[in-house]
């Protein structure tokens, strides 16, 4: 292990991106058990000391204005970026970012050049450079469901072995490290560089005036108790939802207990159980069918085959047909007091929800049932993002020194700009809020079964939520075998990648 200069201060108690997160314990059952840290970790406050500095262990170095690039995807309406800023504007993110990157330039004397590309022509040009063999890009910064494919093609380097990044540093994510590597390759890394990641994290945003009037209960407190769970998401949803345009038809017009895509992953994964896990040698395995498994299905099942208390923009957009579902119905109805909970990631209600007039709280995704110690809240693949370094690059060296250093500077500068001038301020609306991001952060977690798609299991999941009748375990005996021999394919893959 690469050993990291490190300190002590209050800034521990702030929701980060990366590197205090504890692990995820893991057992052969197919369910992650908590280490029964979550309740003290959310109420109490390191006392106020001396300030904390993030000083990576990296020699002095002169680059003589070296030229790195990097490949990202443009920035979002609401300045949501990893890289993107260009001059200071006066948007505190844009100039934290700005600042962090001009920062890494002068010290280090390089020239850093985005490369920043249109989201879903990332992977298209990626793939294209990456088969003529291009050295194009120091590193990428895309979202993780592209890196995962370019990691099991054998693109990308293990970042274990290179000179300069240490992947057990505190402002890379540990339990993407943990939960992600093979046979102890890490291929891709998040950090305090992937703002995306941690805007993009699932959680439940609730409309505050919808839960008082049907009176749901004190949703803060279930969570601190442990009740908050699947059963009593569900008894409250079916409580709020109403024909309101009186035509008796559940449309967009109407109340809906929760927005959402298709949630059956959440409900998965948020019960800790995994499509794989990983044994001693850190070697991946199918977990196979379980009860907890099966019971977890079946609850999201009964939620998200209610059509008459759930609505599925994936879903429903097929009858309505909008160019996004999201925003142009789910946000305003939202908004407009028409629903009582939105399932996505929690930086939208920074980057959505500003102008809402009702109050509005966030909650975690719920357990499976009270005996669960942890709460386990999952990423949207297709927006967060993980760095990594293309096999292309011909001194890889040289960009894992720059993320590094990118990464640990981020911590006082973006993470820190996001937490307290943005998120806990533009983006949630009480205090509550805030211990229940930091509680969501820690409570990230990472199926490698689902990332890595073998066997499609993870989309036959998923597709639970839209079946007339829950199907899965007959389903998955043929979808088990193909998912074994994609496994040990990628095992050989990344036994020969060096």
């Known amino acids: 292990m690469k050993n990291v200069r490190r300190t002590l201060s209050a800034l521990l108690a702030l929701l980060t991106v990366s590197g205090i997160f504890a692990s995820c314990a893991q057992n052969p059952s197919g369910t992650v058990p908590s280490d029964d840290t979550t309740a003290s970790e959310t109420t109490t406050q390191a006392p106020e000391t001396t300030a904390k500095t993030y000083t990576p262990d990296l020699p002095e170095k002169n680059f003589n204005g070296k030229e790195l690039k990097a490949l990202t995807f443009q920035k979002s309406s609401a300045a949501i970026t990893d890289l993107c800023a260009y001059e200071t504007m006066g948007e505190p993110l844009n100039d ?80 993407c490290r943990e939960e992600m590597s093979i046979l102890g390759k890490v291929f891709f890394l998040i950090g305090d560089i992937n703002l995306f990641a941690a805007s993009e994290t699932y959680g439940l945003i609730f409309n505050k005036e919808v839960a008082e009037a049907f009176e749901v209960g004190d949703l803060y407190s279930m969570v601190h108790e442990g009740k908050w769970t699947i059963d009593a998401m569900y008894t409250m949803i079916t409580k709020v939802a109403g024909d309101v345009d009186g035509n008796g038809v559940m449309d967009q017009n109407d109340r809906y207990g929760l927005y959402t895509q298709n949630d059956m992953m959440n409900f998965y994964n948020g019960a800790g159980v995994r499509i794989a896990l990983k044994d001693k040698d850190d070697v991946p395995y199918l977990v196979g069918i379980t009860d907890r498994g099966i019971g977890a299905l079946e609850k999201g099942h ?129 205090e509550e809020s805030i211990h229940m991001a930091e509680l969501i952060a820690k409570s990230r977690c990472y199926d490698i079964g689902y990332f890595f798609g073998w066997g499609n299991i993870g989309k036959q999941i998923k597709n639970q939520g839209s079946a007339a009748t829950m199907n899965f375990a007959s389903n998955y005996a043929s979808l088990e075998s193909k998912a074994q021999l994609a496994l040990e394919d990628t095992l050989k893959l990344f036994k020969s990648n060096t």
């Open 302 to 430: 009964k939620i998200m085959s209610d059509a008459n208390t759930v609505f599925a923009g994936d879903q429903r957009n097929k009858t309505i047909g909008a160019k996004s579902i999201y925003t142009e119905i789910i946000i305003p109805a939202f908004k407009n007091n028409l629903g009582l909970f939105y399932s996505t990631g929690i930086g939208n209600t920074y980057k959505n929800l500003r102008d809402m007039e009702a109050e509005y709280g966030i909650v975690p995704i719920p357990k499976y049932d009270e005996a669960q110690e942890e709460y386990y809240c999952g990423l949207l693949e297709s927006w967060a993002t993980v760095v990594s370094i293309p096999k292309t690059a011909s001194d890889p060296d040289f960009p894992a020194f720059i993320l590094e250093a990118l990464s640990a500077e981020s911590v006082l500068t973006v993470t820190k700009t996001w937490n307290e001038q943005c998120f806990n301020t533009k983006g949630v609306r009480d």
């Open 96 to 175: 934290a970012i700005y600042k962090r990157n001009s920062t890494i330039e002068e010290r280090y004397k390089i020239d850093l050049v985005i490369d920043e590309q249109v989201k879903n022509d990332c992977k298209k040009i990626v793939e294209s450079a990456l088969l003529a063999h291009e050295d194009r890009w120091g590193f990428l910064d895309i979202a993780i469901r592209e890196t995962v494919q370019f990691a099991s093609a054998g693109y990308l380097h293990d970042l274990v072995p290179l000179n300069y990044i240490d992947p057990e540093a505190e402002w890379w994510d540990q339990r």
